[in-house]
Each structure stands twice: as structure tokens, then as C-alpha cells.
T-cell receptor
Framework: KQEVTQIPAALSVPEGENLVLNCSFT??????LQWFRQDPGKGLTSLLLIQSSQREQTSGRLNASLDKSSGRSTLYIAASQPGDSATYLC??????????FGTGTRLKVLA | DAGITQSPRHKVTETGTPVTLRCHQT?????MYWYRQDPGHGLRLIHY???????DKGEVSDGYSVSRSKTEDFLLTLESATSSQTSVYFC???????????FGDGTRLSIL
């Protein structure tokens, strides 16, 4: 059974710092992996999706990498800003329709 | 933002009552999903739909049923609500299960 873990559960950094969020999964036979952002009281916003054949995806200050063999993905945020404060979740699809989510990393960027 | 509306946004009800949550989309996407989000568990898939009248179970489907009679509406029903079903419920849609999912803003359901 696929399990997805995100460590740490919470993180505080000063504004301007580059940071890395981690996601690990137990079964390397994945379809794709998504990173989401969730603001309090809101739904999830898809940030980046990496197909199983890809190694990384970039969007603006965000870069996500995927290493299937080690069961890991990282989300790199460059030059963090207070507006980046949110919970970041990763989700892995091991089958056609179903995603397994991690419990998220709650990020706070201090001004 | 993808056109997804969940209703109601908040609901408080009593144990044993039936509850129906609605997800309405204006994107004409084929795939729709219901998740619940609980502290310490993250999001867990309840049911999903891959077309009108085509649905299947997720990992936490016990106590829930769904229906999809039109492309735009996906209903989640708790036939007899229990306190363990107190949660935040999210609907998601996508035109392609290999592509990104788009989420509604959620329904906060409290069962007393």
C-alpha cells in the first residue's frame, strides 16, 4: 500500500531564504506526483505536476524534482516571501484515478 | 480558477440524519472526486467518478454513497451521519486523470 510522508510538519523561515520541502513515498511505481498549496479555509491549488518519466518541473520560483528510485520528491522555493506562507501537500498517483496525499508541511515565512 | 462550487460551505447536523453535499462544475470535466481532510490523515479519497453514472470507491468509502446523473454535478450522501464523519469535504475535478486536479473550497461538516 502506497504511503506518502512529508517532513517536517511545520517550518518557519525568514523572508528571502531559499528552502526545500520534502515528500517521500514507499512504492516507486507511480504515475505522477503533484505538489499543492493550501491556504487556511481554502481548497488546494495545484502548483506543479511531474510525470513519472520526468525528473523535474519548474514554475517561476518553484522547482519540483522527482527521484522514483529513492521514493523522493522535493519542492524548492527560491527567495521565499510572506505570501508563500501556506500548507504544501504532495500527492502521488499509483493508479489511473487515485491520488494518495501526504499530510503536508505548514510553512511560515517571516517578514 | 476552475469553476467548481461546493454547497453548502458549512453544515451542522445531528447523528443519524441524512446529509447530501453537492459539487457543481462548469468546466465539463469528465473526472470528479470527493475527498475528506482530517488532522493527521491528510486528504483521503472517498469516491470518484469517471463519467455520468460511472463511479467507484476510494479508500474510505464506507458510510458514503455518490451519484452523478449529469456531467456537472457530483453528489455525496451520508445516509445516516455519524460523528466520525465530521470533517472537511473537498471536491476535485480534472479532464485527464494523469493531469492536475482542481479543487473546490470545501464543505465543513460537523455532526453532533
Amino acid at each position: 500500500k502506497q504511503e506518502v510522508t512529508q517532513i517536517p510538519a511545520a517550518l518557519s523561515v525568514p523572508e528571502g531564504e531559499n528552502l526545500v520541502l520534502n515528500c517521500s513515498f514507499t512504492d516507486s511505481a507511480i504515475y505522477n506526483l503533484q505538489w499543492f498549496r493550501q491556504d487556511p479555509g481554502k481548497g488546494l491549488t495545484s502548483l506543479l505536476l511531474i510525470q513519472s518519466s520526468q525528473r523535474e518541473q519548474t514554475s517561476g520560483r518553484l522547482n519540483a524534482s522527482l527521484d522514483k528510485s529513492s521514493g523522493r520528491s522535493t519542492l524548492y522555493i527560491a527567495a521565499s516571501q510572506p505570501g508563500d506562507s501556506a500548507t504544501y501537500l504532495c500527492a502521488v498517483s499509483s493508479g489511473t484515478y487515485k491520488y494518495i496525499f501526504g499530510t503536508g508541511t505548514r510553512l511560515k515565512v517571516l517578514a | 480558477d476552475a469553476g467548481i462550487t461546493q454547497s453548502p460551505r458549512h453544515k451542522v447536523t445531528e447523528t443519524g440524519t441524512p446529509v447530501t453535499l453537492r459539487c457543481h462544475q462548469t468546466e465539463n470535466h469528465r473526472y470528479m472526486y470527493w475527498y475528506r481532510q482530517d488532522p493527521g490523515h491528510g486528504l483521503r479519497l472517498i469516491h470518484y467518478s469517471y463519467g455520468v453514472k460511472d463511479t467507484d470507491k476510494g479508500e474510505v468509502s464506507d458510510g458514503y454513497s455518490v451519484s452523478r446523473s449529469k456531467t456537472e454535478d457530483f453528489l455525496l450522501t451520508l445516509e445516516s451521519a455519524t460523528s466520525s464523519q465530521t470533517s472537511v469535504y473537498f471536491c476535485a475535478i480534472t479532464p485527464d486523470p494523469a493531469g492536475p486536479q482542481h479543487f473546490g473550497d470545501g464543505t465543513r461538516l460537523s455532526i453532533l
